[in-house]
């Protein structure tokens, strides 16, 4: 994985924009994710939920603002927690360290989330442990990460994430064009080293039961939650495409991909990969023109 001084450099300097331009450049859905993760905490007004891998703190402001509950907010980059302290009345605490040994004690929290964290550790299994933990038996972790699309949908992610993300990135700042260029190498080499089945299995062995995952945007984003549980025997549910989820949300993805502002950008990037490539085959310019039709 990633070390986590080189993800600090990478991500260093961008905190001031880094909400409204991780919406733009996930073509509007990280935040969705966000909401689904935070949806499926379920906390109580008078409930501690930690959050890791906070930021600048979006989902730590959902929280509070759905749940009314009280929230301690970690992460490793300075940058991004003085960013995060500027949001008023969001957080009880901001605690500047590592997901991977967190200061608290056993069953501190009622709750935790996190964001975007098991691609920059060194051990996931070791970490999914750690975070376990801190949480209380019964109560909730909710997770978001980048995922890996399959079928025509990975052909469609590579060349936005190699080639629109990083022309997108540069339109922004020199630091974006580097993290544009970052992300989609990345989330291929985690899941190459650890694919989704395993990634739930840490959960499971954590000690965390009732795990489920919830493919978005056509798999390009996944929001995985599960309830601590003291029980020796977890519980697991199989994974089911986003698009024929029996729960609230499933067909909302599709609806998504027909979206005027989601399809006009996700369409401009694929054609302007096909565009920009050494020999273009026209059939992926013809297969994007057909899906996206």
Do not use: N
């Amino acid at each position: 994985m990633l070390a986590a001084s080189d993800a600090g450099r990478i991500f260093s300097g961008i905190s001031g924009s880094y909400d409204r331009v991780a919406a733009i450049l996930s073509l509007g859905q990280d935040p969705r994710w966000r909401h689904a993760a935070v949806e499926a905490i379920d906390a109580r007004r008078d409930d501690r939920v930690l959050d890791v891998a906070t930021g600048t703190g979006m989902v730590a402001a959902e929280l509070v603002r759905r749940y009314g509950c009280h929230v301690v907010g970690l992460d490793q980059s300075a940058d991004m927690l003085a960013r995060a302290r500027e949001r008023d009345g969001v957080f009880d605490e901001i605690v500047l360290g590592r997901a991977e040994k967190l200061p608290f004690a056993d069953a501190t929290f009622d709750h935790l989330t996190f964001t975007y964290l098991l691609r920059y550790v060194d051990d996931p299994a070791a970490t999914m442990r750690e975070l376990a933990r801190v949480v209380r038996p019964g109560g909730h972790i909710a997770s978001v990460e980048f995922g890996l699309p399959t079928g025509l949908w990975h052909v469609l992610w590579w060349l936005y994430t190699r080639i629109g993300l990083p022309v997108a990135g540069r339109v922004v700042s020199v630091k974006w064009s580097a993290v544009g260029a970052f992300l989609g190498p990345s989330i291929e080499r985690f899941y190459r080293a650890h694919p989704q089945a395993a990634i739930e299995q840490y959960w499971r062995d954590a000690g965390l039961s009732a795990v489920r995952t919830r493919r978005m945007s056509l798999g390009g984003g996944i929001v995985m939650s599960a309830t601590r549980s003291p029980a020796s025997e977890v519980a697991a549910e199989s994974l089911r495409p986003a698009f024929y989820a029996a729960r609230t949300g499933g067909l909302s993805d599709y609806w998504t991909l027909l979206h005027p502002p989601y399809t006009a950008w996700h369409l401009s990037y694929v054609l302007l990969g096909a565009s920009l490539a050494p020999s273009p085959d026209p059939r992926i310019v013809a297969g994007a023109l057909v899906s996206f039709g």
